[in-house]
């Protein structure tokens, strides 16, 4: 399933493509024969200069996703193209310059920073080990400029800035290497709401001066809506729902992106105050044994027979987009 009709190419290739990705963790002790089915047959294609939001709650499966397009886990099954190549068939040296265009920012700023180097050493380090040549202290104070740090702090340590601070020195390590794509995981998830927009701002800011394409995996579909093209809705391993971002946040189509955005506040109290709300219930599933049919069944207050026994499949429905669910419609009912 693709959908580059979704967003404004101009008849551009796709940055990357993604076909019937899976990923399954063996249980230990079980000698491979229980699988945690993290992944189960996820695609979709991200394009030159755009932002594809991968959207889910926890356990959903999107950070595996991001993890497996970078070959930091390798996919039980299912292609991974950026720029046309195989990234599975890529090893030693090509390997390499294919992670240099395709860089990583992590959740969590700290943990991703070596306390033990400074700020200019962590921004160094991926330049000398991909034999970037010239000033490398120049570069890293015009690095740190660009993302709005003081280029004189290079010389302090993680542990001296702030949350905000550290994840901007995350983005300028991960832009370093001058990368085609950038893959979010969380990326403002483990800051303070005030300082969230900040850095999605920076990267709205990024993605127009440098052409970067982004995959930007959130649990909160408010922090993607203003840079997203395109969303993905992930629940227990799979999509549910893929399309024009302004279009599923106006009009979602699968209860579980509407039960999603039910869940994010409005600021105005009035119009708070009398909408209607469709709150999930229950948790998640095991990925060990997902329901049969529609895995997001014994959560959804729409699920009828032909949901237990038929999987929907990942198909336009009616909407523009595609859906994946016996019932889909933008009513809620």
């Known amino acids: 399933m693709t959908n580059g009709d979704a967003v404004a190419t101009n008849g551009a290739r796709p940055t990357l493509e993604v076909r019937d990705l ?133 010389n302090r340590f993680p542990h001296e ?49 440098l052409g970067l394409s982004y995959l930007f995996i959130a649990h909160d579909l408010s922090v993607v809506r203003h840079i997203s093209d395109e969303i993905a809705v992930m629940y227990l391993g799979k999509i549910v729902e893929y399309g024009p971002a302004e279009q599923v946040y106006e009009h979602p189509q699968h209860p579980y992106t509407q039960a999603l955005l039910s869940a994010v506040p409005v600021p105005e109290p009035g119009i708070e105050r009398a909408r209607s709300r469709r709150m999930l219930e229950g948790d998640v599933p095991s990925p060990v044994a997902p329901p049969s049919g529609c895995r997001f069944r014994t959560r959804c207050w729409k699920a009828a027979e032909v949901c237990a026994h038929t999987e929907p499949a990942l198909i336009d429905r009616g909407s523009g987009w595609p859906v994946a669910c016996h019932f889909s419609g933008s009513d809620g009912s």
């Not at 700020?119 to 993302?147: C, N, T, Y």
């Not at 702030?162 to 290497?177: E, F």
């Not at 709401?193 to 900040?198: K, N």
């Open 22 to 154: 899976i990923k399954h963790f063996p249980v230990r002790g079980t000698r491979g024969k229980v699988v945690v089915q993290a992944v189960s047959g996820v695609s979709f294609d991200l394009y030159p200069g755009k932002t594809l939001g991968l959207v889910g709650e926890s356990g959903s499966g999107k950070s595996t996703v991001g993890r497996c397009i970078l070959r930091l886990l390798e996919p039980t099954a299912g292609a991974v193209r950026f720029e046309g190549v195989d990234v599975a068939t890529l090893s030693g040296g090509d390997l390499r310059h294919a992670r240099r265009r395709m860089q990583i920012v992590f959740q969590d700023p700290y943990a991703s920073l070596d306390p033990r180097m400074s700020v200019a050493s962590s921004i160094k380090e991926p330049m000398k080990i991909h034999g970037i040549g010239g000033d490398l202290d120049q570069k890293v104070r015009d690095l740190l400029a660009l993302v709005g740090l003081n280029p004189e702090h290079g």
């Open 161 to 209: 800035f702030s949350g905000g601070q550290r994840q901007r020195v995350g983005i300028a390590r991960a832009i370093a290497l001058e990368p085609e794509m950038l893959v979010l995981d969380e990326p403002v998830s483990a800051l303070d709401v005030s300082i969230q927009a900040g850095v999605v701002n920076l990267l709205e800011d990024l993605q127009d001066r």
